[in-house]
């Protein structure tokens, strides 16, 4: 079955496909679309719209997330990607949060996705995923992009960087609302 998925980054196509292995994941730039909502499923919401419209009778779904650290009152938050400002730079945002960080004991964060879809009648369902950690006061390993090397997961003692792609899906914030994305899938299919 397709899935149509509001976006242009290939990473996330990827972690899809990898988590969503029964799907046929086709991106599908949601272009000039201004994620202005104040929360994670707000801006999902805003971008499988900007999709939808263009394919009928689809499926189409779309994500946000992003890394909420308790001590900094869950910044980054919607702003994860452009923390330390414009152009986006993940070696800035990693810097920057480890500053903010500096001295600070309680360094409990956690990932959240918000799953947004359209079904091919056009109704719209949504998903959330979580996963619990601790930011890191060093970066480590390789995998991964964005604030993994940073962040390890309760039950871990190795940042979501050092995690194989298969370990990080399985507890991962994106792994879980996807998977709960899956059931309203598999269960509107039934259901046409
Ligand atoms: P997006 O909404 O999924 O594009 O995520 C926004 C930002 O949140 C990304 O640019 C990353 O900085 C951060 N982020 C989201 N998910 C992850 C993850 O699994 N690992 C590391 N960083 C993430």
Redesign the pocket.
């Known amino acids: 079955m397709k899935l149509f998925v509001a976006t242009h980054?290939q990473h996330?196509v990827r972690e899809i496909s990898q988590i969503l292995p029964d799907f046929e994941v086709v991106p599908d730039d949601p272009e000039g679309v201004e994620e202005n909502a104040p929360d994670f499923i707000g801006n999902a919401f805003v971008k499988v719209r900007a999709i939808a419209a263009g394919h009928p009778g689809e499926w189409c779904m779309a994500?946000?997330?992003?890394?909420e650290v308790r001590a900094l009152g869950g910044e980054p938050g919607v702003r994860?990607?452009r923390y330390a400002g414009e152009p986006?730079s993940?070696p800035n945002?990693n810097a920057l949060l480890l500053r903010n960080l500096e001295g600070v004991e309680d360094r409990t964060a956690n990932?959240t996705?918000a799953v947004a879809l359209v079904d091919p009648g056009g109704r719209e369902h949504s998903a959330v995923g979580r996963c619990f950690g601790r930011i890191a006061l060093a970066p480590s390993g390789a995998e991964?992009?964005?604030?993994?090397p940073l962040?390890i997961p309760d039950g871990f003692d190795r940042s979501?960087a050092e995690l194989s792609a298969e370990e990080k899906n399985a507890i991962?914030?994106?792994g879980r609302a996807l998977a709960a994305a899956r059931k309203i899938v598999m269960a509107g299919a039934d259901g046409q």
Do not use: I, Q
Not at 63 to 67: A, F, I
């Open positions: 980054n996330k994500d946000d997330s992003g890394l994860s990607a986006a993940t945002n990932f996705c991964g992009f964005g604030y993994d962040f979501f991962s914030h994106r």
